[in-house]
């Protein structure tokens, strides 16, 4: 005999592009939204039965919908809105999950000043939410992807295991690149709750690492990915665990003796491949 364990559907990869018309200055979102309904569709998929099945075409335009209505300013509190209107409109979902990506504008400043209604694009950075909704409560976590950064100084590799297949030479000085992605648990209280400034939260949590990273004398990846991750949960109550994936994107000296120079370390080759893959979770105790 057969049985389902588990099932969930939805909608993916819905864009979204807001424009908020405040008096004299305009606002700019980006969107990435998901949307996916688990409960009650055992029938659905064992007869064929579609009599609870929400079309994933309405997902997609509860999206529009919602954002029409919706005064959000952050990716934290509209995945909020989408959790509860769904869950109370279909009694047969047990849960519902968001998840929403966010692309970075930046406003343009024109004579030194902010312009009100011209952007740009930022960085490839991307701000990421993920909400599970069910019928107990919320849990709610936030994060960054693809945030690349680099120390030129206060970084070396050295003291690590040494055997007959070990070519890297060690050093007390480096560079040291990586692509940050970081994501972060919100406490219950946070996550249930309302009036939360979740984008001062965000950028908190973001600059409090920035600045770790930038601070830290590094003695490996590891060694400063601790610290970034402790300084967060040591500054800010709001989150109670985090996980940080620290990719080392390599910058390798280029070796410029045969052409009668010496390289004190400032010219490089840049490769992303293959690199070394670096990753934690840190919680409170």
């Known amino acids: 005999m057969i049985e389902m364990t588990a099932n969930r559907y939805g909608k993916s990869r819905v864009r979204l592009v807001k424009v908020t018309h405040n008096e004299g ?18 029938t659905a998929h064992t007869l064929g039965d579609n009599s609870k099945i929400l079309p994933t075409d309405t997902m997609k335009n509860t999206v529009y919908f919602l954002a029409r209505e919706s005064k959000a300013t952050s990716i934290e509190v509209f995945a909020q809105e989408m959790g509860a209107f769904l869950m109370g409109r279909n009694p047969q979902v047990s849960a519902v999950h968001v998840k929403i990506e966010a692309v970075m504008w930046k406003r343009l400043t024109i004579d030194g000043s902010p312009h009100p209604d011209s ?64 994501d972060w648990v919100y406490s219950g ?18 600059e409090t690492m920035l600045e770790s990273f930038a601070g830290h004398d590094s003695l490996s990846v590891q060694h400063t990915l601790y610290a970034m991750g402790e300084t967060a949960l040591n500054k800010v109550k709001a989150i109670t665990e985090v996980h940080l994936l620290m990719p080392n994107k390599h910058c390798i000296p280029v ?15 840049p490769t992303d491949e293959p690199h070394g893959t670096i990753e934690a979770t840190l919680r409170r105790k």
């Open 25 to 42: 200055y305009h606002e700019l979102y980006e969107w990435m939204v998901e949307v996916l309904l688990e409960g009650d569709y055992e």
């Open 255 to 269: 070796d410029l003796s045969r052409f009668g120079q010496e390289n004190p370390n400032e010219i490089f080759v």
């Open 119 to 182: 952007f740009m694009r930022g960085s490839n950075e991307r701000q990421i939410t993920w909400l599970r909704q069910d019928r107990s409560g919320t849990k709610l976590r936030s994060g960054l992807e693809d945030l690349v950064i680099m120390k030129t100084a206060k970084s070396g590799f050295e003291d690590y295991i040494v055997d007959e297949l070990t070519t890297l030479k060690p050093t007390a000085d480096r560079l040291f690149c990586t692509a940050l992605t970081a």
């Open 189 to 206: 209280a946070i996550a249930g709750g309302g009036g939360v400034d979740f984008n001062a939260l965000r950028e908190e949590i973001r």
